[in-house]
């Protein structure tokens, strides 16, 4: 199998939505988030990111159904409920390992996860050893004939290949847009391939750098406009007629307008869970952030030379901050001094 060389263009269009989001992560990197938010957080966008790359491939469970489904646990579940706790799970376990290399053995272990319970055992972790067609969900006809069963191996290590050479060497969102287009279009599995897809894109997005990423559900931007969201990631008719000359550019285009459009979600969810009386730094607050980001540890002493606050006021502010979750109280007595959590 030859070598993936994606065709693509950095238009000025897609240039200009990079360097936004750039600035935007830069941004969000410096939001001061409390531990309590924190977790409320990303406990919703877990729930978030769950309902929509599901109710793209069309689960019916509502968005209220799937988050009682996350916290109760029921032990007996239907395919629709299965398919939710499933995609949890998965998402879950990915967020403990972001950073790691995206091999064929964890594309194998995702689609695993997502398929427990659907799909019979040699079909479920397993690439598909039988053709399988796409169909226009709405008429049924048939509108793209996927590359052979026998081509989807040296088609997937191609792809994976791309990517472990460029992951250092390209910008992480044209590398996650590459491989989320090509999976698809070598429909690897007899089915689960957008779950396992999305799921596996997240692990590229990681490389982003984005300190909150685990409140990103880039999923609900394709969810608001499914139509759209196949429209630019599929491909229509036979696979081997256009092999090699797909342009990737339009598909890029709309991937990198979900990320950014995600990351302003992101920023307003964290506006307003700063935005209360407890929550809320106060400028004394961001001076002792400051002072840790520069010299890694502070004391009151350090505190004091800082600002004209009286000694109990300044132990408040420790304390506060620490109730927070963005600080922690280290050593004893005359000893004790603050880091960052």
């Known amino acids: 199998m030859n070598p993936f060389k994606p065709q693509f263009e950095i238009t000025a269009v ?3 939505r990079i360097k936004r989001i750039a600035v935007l992560v830069h941004e969000l990197n410096k939001q001061a ?3 309590i938010a924190l977790s409320q957080l990303q406990t919703e ?19 209220t159904e799937v988050k009682r489904l996350l916290k109760q646990r029921p032990m007996r579940l239907r395919q629709s409920e299965q398919e939710v706790v499933n995609y949890n799970q998965v998402l879950m376990s990915l967020n403990d390992q972001l950073d790691a290399p995206l091999t ?18 040699h079909q479920s972790g397993q690439f598909r050893l039988e053709p399988v067609v796409v169909n226009n969900p ?9 590359p052979d069963h026998g081509d989807v191996a040296p088609l997937v290590e191609a792809l994976l290949a791309y990517v472990q050479t460029n992951r250092t060497a390209m910008d992480p969102l044209l590398l996650a847009g590459i491989f989320h287009k090509q999976f698809v279009v070598i429909h690897p599995f007899v089915d689960g391939n957008g779950r396992t897809t999305r799921l596996a894109t997240k692990i590229l997005l990681a490389g982003l750098g984005l300190n909150l990423f685990n409140l990103f559900s880039f999923e609900n931007y394709y969810n608001q406009n499914v139509t759209r969201y196949f429209q630019q990631v599929g491909v229509l008719g036979n696979y081997y007629d256009w092999a090699g000359t797909l342009d990737f550019t339009p598909w890029l285009t709309y991937f990198v307008e979900g990320i950014l459009d995600e990351l302003l979600r992101v920023q307003k969810t964290i506006e307003r869970n700063q935005a209360t009386p407890v929550t809320t730094l106060k400028p004394h607050h961001r001076q002792i952030l400051a002072y840790l980001d520069e010299h890694g540890f502070i004391t009151d002493r350090d505190y004091a030379r800082l600002t004209d606050r009286a000694k109990a006021t300044r132990t408040k502010d420790f304390n506060q901050m620490i109730s927070l979750g963005l600080i922690r109280r280290e050593g004893k007595g005359r000893s004790i001094y603050y880091r960052r959590v």
């Open 45 to 63: 966008a877990a729930a978030v990111s769950t309902f929509a790359s599901t109710s793209i491939e069309g689960n019916p469970l509502p968005m």
């Open 14 to 16: 897609l240039l200009e």
């Open 33 to 35: 988030v409390s531990s």
């Open 104 to 121: 064929e053995s964890l594309l194998l272990e995702i689609h695993r996860g997502v398929t427990d319970g659907l799909l019979p055992t």
């Open 138 to 146: 709405r008429t049924g006809e048939i509108v793209y004939l996927p």
